[in-house]
């Protein structure tokens, strides 16, 4: 994956969580369920677009994998996006629950992206502390009942869990693309390295062809004879 596709979603996302905070007081059921609505469209479009738009891994199972991941996904949340716009007032008492399975998949998303997805990349272990903090949450959505006394705090526990998820793309995104720039300068060096050396050999080939054979010491030469 590169770097730069996770950072730009990174801070899509983390807006989402940040503008979910700030208003957290003032967005009801409602109002979430239209917006999330256009939001998981938008999202899954731009998902499809960034895996078509980046270039596979030569590594033909893992392609497959990351192909079939993105793509599921991708589709799931479009098809997500169009339930909530049509089926406004049943999904109004289910935002606790949507946003339990949402923040629920942003955990497996981080879980596989450490374990899996950024390779060739390598990301820090304790990173890990992010999709188990995010499943956490989730199952704490999945506890709630939508209403006026409980919309803020179901509001303001998914802005953080969206906030920590995007800053924490954020970062590994800078950390995939760093990760990413140094093999690219370490296999130029080395070609350069080997092309270079080949030169080296031809040259030295070159000069020992062109040394003449030295004349043994007991050949006579023609200004004896």
């Given amino acids: ?39 998981f469209i938008c999202a899954g479009i731009l998902s499809m677009a960034v895996f ?58 981080q879980f596989f992206l450490l374990g899996y997805g950024s390779r060739p990349a390598r990301l820090p272990g304790w990173l890990y502390i992010v999709p188990t903090a995010l499943a956490a949450c989730a199952v704490y959505l999945f506890m709630q009942s939508a209403g006026e006394g409980s919309d803020p705090v179901i509001m303001l526990a998914t802005g953080i869990a969206l906030g920590v998820f995007g800053l924490t793309s954020v970062v590994e995104g800078m950390i995939v693309g760093r990760q990413n720039h140094v093999a690219k300068v370490a296999a130029r060096k080395a070609v350069e390295s080997a092309s270079a050396d080949n030169a080296g050999a031809d040259d030295a080939d070159a000069t020992k062809t062109a040394v003449p054979k030295p004349m043994a010491p007991d050949e006579p030469s023609n200004e004896d004879e």
Avoid: C
């Avoid at 503008?19 to 917006?35: D, K, M, N, R």
């Avoid at 169009?82 to 999904?91: D, G, N, P, R, V």
């Fill in 1 to 39: 994956m590169k770097g730069r596709n996770l950072f730009v979603i990174g801070l899509l996302v983390l807006a989402a969580g940040v503008g979910l905070v700030i208003a957290h007081q003032s967005i009801h059921a409602e109002g979430v369920v239209v917006t999330g609505g256009i939001l």
């Fill in 52 to 109: 078509l738009g980046e270039k596979r891994s030569p590594d033909r199972r893992q392609g497959a994998v990351v192909s079939l991941f993105s793509w599921i996904s991708s589709v799931a949340a479009v098809i997500l996006g169009l339930s909530m716009l049509i089926f406004k007032a049943t999904f109004s008492s289910l935002v606790p629950f949507m946003f339990g399975v949402f923040v629920g998949f942003a955990s497996l998303y």
